[in-house]
């Protein structure tokens, strides 16, 4: 089983639709980030956080909120999907302990938005 | 500001060597990560450096300079499977990572 797991995998909204995107892991790490990515823009942070208490912003969290229910659990939500929202977003975690901290990916969610 | 680059695209032939260069400017490094990314796919890990110098795993190697704010990825015996893109990633603090865009490498026969 995948470590780190996104729902839904693929989705098509419309303008003006509240969607959520979720992701669960297995890892029992403390941290995790979303990001998106589009072409040529690579992946840009858009909330992460740090243990369930903790939500900070990223480069680019307008239009977008999210909400730790748990250790393992952290999810995005687009209150209002506009076009420009359509990307690749990615879940990722990551356990401070240890001689470094890589982030582990999740498979992704694409988004397109109508 | 903050700024990665790194070349778009690059090609290599099966069984050669290619190196993949990242340049930064960030407000804040504590370390680079190179990390693989197969088109669809999620990025996967490939290597950290935090102190200058040359870590070596396997086919793949990565080096790191601070003060020149330079880094490579150093690919040996290229295999087909290789064709990804690489995606270099400064470490800012407190573990945020500011990603450039990635070099999609092609290897061909």
């Known amino acids: 089983d995948a470590d780190v797991t996104q729902t839904p995998r693929n989705r098509i909204t419309k303008t003006g639709k509240r969607i959520m995107l979720e992701c669960s892991q297995t890892?029992?790490?403390?941290?995790m980030y979303w990001y998106r990515q589009d072409p040529g823009l690579g992946l840009r942070l858009i909330y992460y956080s740090f243990d369930v208490k903790d939500i900070n912003k990223g480069e680019i969290s307008d239009g977008y909120s999210v909400s730790r229910q748990a250790q393992a659990k952290f999810s995005l939500s687009l209150e209002s999907a506009i076009p420009n929202q359509t990307a690749l977003y990615f879940c990722?975690?990551?356990?401070?302990?240890?001689?470094?901290?890589?982030?582990?990916f999740g498979p992704g969610t694409r988004l397109l938005v109508l | 500001g903050q700024n990665i680059d790194q070349p778009t695209e690059m090609t290599a032939t099966e069984g050669a060597i290619v190196q993949i260069n990242c340049t930064y400017q960030?407000?804040?490094?504590?370390?680079l990560f190179w990390y693989q990314q197969h088109a669809g796919e999620a990025p996967t890990f490939l290597s950290y450096n935090v102190l200058d110098g040359l870590e070596e795993k396997g086919r793949f190697s990565s080096f790191l300079s601070r003060s020149k704010g330079y880094s490579y990825l150093l690919l040996k015996e290229l295999q087909m499977k290789d064709s990804a893109s690489y995606l270099c990633a400064c470490e800012t603090g407190a573990n945020n990572l500011f990603f450039g865009t990635g070099t999609r490498l092609t290897v061909i026969p």
């Open positions: 960030t407000s804040g490094f504590n370390g």
């Open positions: 890892k029992g790490h403390d941290r």
């Open positions: 990722a975690t990551s356990d401070p302990r240890g001689e470094k901290e890589t982030q582990y």
